[in-house]
């Protein structure tokens, strides 16, 4: 009896967790004290497992100038409700060490060494399972 | 020796397989004939596990007018890039019979029962694991 309890709480809380892909896109990353560190961009899918590897942080530059894309694993975003915003905690400095390229290049995500590198810097399981 | 070979080319197979959100969004659906059925209007992702548990197909209407949305389970979808869109061989009637929801309407992703409705319409595998 009890397990069916904690199933069905278990069961309910899941069934609330969809967000959509278009408001992902557009949601501020802060630090825990507020301060905004980008945007999120876009995700990146992966087609085969059907799972989001990376969420496209859009942060730097000055009037567009300069602006620099860092892809953060999905795992290591968490929503702060009270922050309004995707938390994570990166100092300017870490932010500007972070795997990460300017703007308006195309990230190559078909090398998978590049890939590990940045699972390495969040320190997060990688998507694909194992390096 | 042989081994290391498969690996290192299932392993380059799977790391070209990211694919953008903001790329998915728009993308056309059609039929084998080449027949647009309509079109993907945003992923819905599933924020404990990371993966897409849905593509909201917008279709049907005229003018702005009549337009619905039906939650397609990822898994059903496949990309055919001769067709240049989504490949899903669903008839008029089908899709009507299809669960969907007007498009001017919030579609209740927290009702488990409508989903595995859904995941049965479709005949695929929840992305949850199982009913």
Same mark, same amino acid.
């Given at each position: 009896?009890?397990?069916?309890?904690?199933?069905?709480?278990?069961?309910?809380?899941?069934?609330?967790? *969809?967000?959509?892909?278009?408001?992902?896109?557009?949601?501020?990353?802060?630090? %825990? +004290?507020? !301060?905004?560190? @980008?945007?999120i961009q876009r995700?990146?899918?992966?087609?085969?497992?059907?799972?989001?590897?990376?969420?496209?942080?859009?942060?730097?530059?000055?009037?567009?100038?300069?602006?620099?894309?860092?892809?953060?694993?999905?795992?290591? *975003?968490?929503?702060?409700?009270?922050?309004?915003?995707?938390?994570?905690?990166? %100092? +300017?400095? !870490?932010?500007? @060490?972070?795997?990460?390229?300017?703007?308006?290049q195309e990230f190559?995500?078909?090398?998978?060494?590049?890939?590990?590198?940045?699972?390495?810097?969040?320190?997060?399981?990688?998507?694909?399972?194992?390096?």
């Amino acid at each position: 009896m009890q397990t069916d309890t904690l199933q069905s709480e278990s069961q309910s809380r899941q069934a609330h967790t *969809l967000i959509a892909s278009d408001r992902v896109e557009g949601t501020p990353v802060r630090r %825990s +004290n507020g !301060e905004k560190i @980008g945007t999120i961009q876009r995700l990146m899918i992966d087609k085969l497992s059907g799972s989001v590897a990376y969420a496209v942080l859009s942060f730097g530059g000055f009037l567009g100038m300069g602006q620099k894309h860092a892809p953060i694993p999905w795992a290591r *975003l968490n929503y702060d409700p009270t922050l309004g915003a995707y938390h994570l905690d990166l %100092s +300017n400095e !870490e932010l500007s @060490g972070a795997p990460s390229i300017a703007a308006d290049q195309e990230f190559d995500w078909g090398d998978r060494s590049r890939e590990v590198e940045i699972h390495k810097y969040y320190r997060v399981p990688p998507y694909w399972g194992a390096y």
